[in-house]
């Protein structure tokens, strides 16, 4: 399947500062990305749609100006955490979808993000 | 919320074969239904999707019933690498992937 990489994998930070996860599509371009969100013992909850060239939508409950999604190109989104809390701390995951024959969503390896 | 359910929890022995059971009864004519596993701390992994016909490739085999109301996924030879949640997957109205709780395999020695 299709490769997506995400950067990076493991972040320690203090509170009150911003940290950037990037997600890449390494051999295919996506013009739609999505960033989810996984606490320990639960499942993955969608947190926004990212569209290549417009803005992200995001899903009830996630604050756009807290997470802040950028997708530039077609091959990368990035995802900032601005003004991280304790309670940011997570594992964040990308997916990329592949718009060709199968429009398949293939996702990222994560990053953990542990605000201090 | 999620268009599935599934089993939390299913047991398999090494070397047999697993199969995970999915229903999706509100399923529409063109819906596909997806599968994807998370091992531990890692990424979702895709493995297989189907519409009507039945699926296979180099991981697993899909078979979904003729009214598509529901699927079984099976891994013909589970391995203990196999051991993960699995998750059977209707998109949402976005094309989004909307994950629910999924199944926990455990294949054992």
């Known amino acids: 399947g299709a490769v997506v990489s995400q950067h990076p994998s493991r972040v320690i930070c203090k509170s009150g500062t911003s940290v950037k996860i990037e997600c890449r599509s390494l051999d295919f371009q996506a013009t739609t990305m999505f960033w989810y969100r996984q606490f320990p013992k639960q499942s993955l909850m969608l947190m926004a749609t990212s569209n290549e060239g417009s803005k992200a939508t995001y899903e009830q409950g996630v604050e756009k100006d807290k997470f802040l999604i950028n997708h530039a190109s077609l091959t990368l989104s990035t995802l900032t955490v601005t003004s991280a809390h304790p309670e940011d701390s997570s594992f964040y995951i990308c997916?990329?979808?592949?718009?060709?024959?199968?429009?398949?969503?293939?996702f990222g390896p994560g990053t953990r993000l542990t605000v201090l | 919320d999620a268009k599935t359910t599934q089993p939390t929890s299913m047991d398999c022995a090494e070397g047999r074969a697993a199969n995970l059971p999915c229903n999706h009864s509100t399923i529409s004519g063109n819906e596909y239904v997806y599968w994807y596993r998370q091992i531990h701390s890692q990424g979702p992994q895709y493995i297989i999707h189907g519409l009507k016909n039945n699926e296979t490739n180099e991981m697993a085999s899909l078979i979904i019933t003729e009214d598509r109301k529901s699927s079984t996924l099976i891994l013909p030879h589970a391995t203990l690498r196999d051991t993960a949640v699995y998750y059977c997957?209707?998109?949402?109205?976005?094309?989004?992937?909307?994950f629910g709780k999924g199944t926990k395999l455990s294949v054992k020695p």
């Open positions: 997957i209707v998109k949402g109205s976005q094309g989004n992937l909307i």
């Open positions: 997916s990329a979808r592949d718009q060709g024959s199968t429009d398949t969503q293939y």
